[in-house]
């Protein structure tokens, strides 16, 4: 087997044991395993000429997350933004692990944390491309859940926020996801479209 096919079994492995599960299409999936999945195909379809380096990152971007639960940290927005940037570290260190096990070398190591850590957005690429990627299946698979949970304009600064991550291409896409009219509407009405 390759390093590659090494590395994305093994972030199968370690995300299928995620106690967490999501149903979807009448199946049962452990959580993190589903948006790995997810975001790999996304990245396929949206750029199928990907480096390795970000097919890793994609793969691996919550690679563990329940091990590390909202709930530890304070419950405001500093307590948000510290456990987002330890996730990030988390999330580094532990594909850092299963990528030098996999056998590659440590420059591939590096920008596979370098793009997982998301640095240079806006400036690099790729950080760019698995940013794009990570808001296109927010959009296509989480945001109606969100939608239900907040109100009107809270979700219009959610939508704000999501787009401002987002390159044109990334834009272009998103628009092409199968929302709901209700749904729609409000991206059109917090876009001004």
Same mark, same amino acid.
């Given at each position: 087997m390759?390093?590659?096919q ?8 370690a ?7 999501e149903? @979807?299409?009448?199946k049962? @999936?452990?959580k /993190?395993l589903?948006y790995s999945n997810? +975001? @790999?195909?996304?990245? +396929?379809n ?8 970000v ?9 563990c997350?329940?091990? +590390?639960s ?5 419950m405001d927005?500093?307590?948000y ?5 330890d $996730? ?5 260190e532990t594909?850092a692990?299963?990528?030098?096990k996999?056998?590659?070398q440590e420059?591939?190591?590096s920008?596979v944390?370098?793009?997982? /850590? ?6 690099d690429e /790729?950080?760019?491309? $698995?940013?794009?990627?990570?808001c296109?299946?927010?959009?296509e698979? @989480? ?9 009107r ?6 939508i ?6 987002m390159?044109?291409k ?8 199968n929302?709901s009219e ?7 009405e917090a876009l001004?479209l």
């Open positions: 390759t390093p590659f090494n590395a994305s079994q093994w972030i199968d492995a995300n299928a044991i995620d106690p967490n599960s149903i @979807y299409q009448s049962t @999936y452990p /993190e589903l997810r +975001m @790999y195909e996304r990245l +396929m949206f750029c199928p000429n990907a480096s390795e380096e097919q890793i990152a994609t793969k691996a971007q919550h690679i997350r329940w091990k +590390m909202r709930e530890s940290y304070p927005r500093v307590g933004l510290k456990w987002r940037e $996730l990030k570290k988390f999330h580094a594909i692990r299963i990528v030098e996999a056998g590659y420059e591939f190591i920008r944390s370098f793009l997982i /850590e998301k640095k240079l957005l806006k400036k /790729e950080t760019q491309l $698995l940013e794009d990627v990570i296109l299946v927010f959009l698979y @989480y945001f109606d859940s969100f939608v239900q949970k907040h109100d304009e809270k979700m219009k600064n959610i704000l926020k999501t787009w401002n991550k390159s044109e990334g834009h272009q896409e998103a628009l092409k996801i929302f209700v749904n729609l509407q409000l991206i059109k001004g």
